[in-house]
């Protein structure tokens, strides 16, 4: 059974940074790419991120210099290191595997975990 689950959400402040984490099972992790996806409220989801197996990384623009995504093939774990957080990047933060790349689509994704970015 494919799991994802995600955690290291929380309210923060602009300007601060908060590290996403998402533990992967049931599926050959080191094989396949991994990313991130959100959805901010009232809005569709987003693709945020992509790695490779082999550690290449993708970048939507909104994010690019600001958050980094990477993984622990050895720990079946994804991460996201989220920086100079703004109000806009509040949303349900989902890690995902399927789907091309670049696509907010997927074939499994877990069951998020919430940022929000406010003073």
């Known amino acids: 059974e494919v799991q994802l689950m995600e955690s290291g959400g929380g309210l923060v402040q602009p300007g601060g940074s908060l590290r996403l984490s998402c533990a992967a099972s049931g599926f050959a992790f080191s094989n396949v790419d991994m990313k991130w996806v959100r959805q901010a409220p009232g809005k569709d989801l987003q693709w945020v991120a992509t790695i490779s197996g082999g550690g290449v990384t993708y970048y939507w623009d909104s994010v690019r210099g600001r958050f980094t995504i990477s993984r622990d093939n050895e720990k079946n774990t994804v991460y996201l290191q989220m920086n100079s957080l703004m109000p806009e990047d509040t949303a349900m933060y989902y890690c995902?595997?399927?789907?091309?790349?670049?696509?907010?689509?997927?074939?499994?994704r877990g069951q998020g975990t919430q940022v929000t970015v406010s003073s």
């Open positions: 995902a595997y399927g789907g091309r790349w670049y696509s907010s689509k997927s074939d499994y």
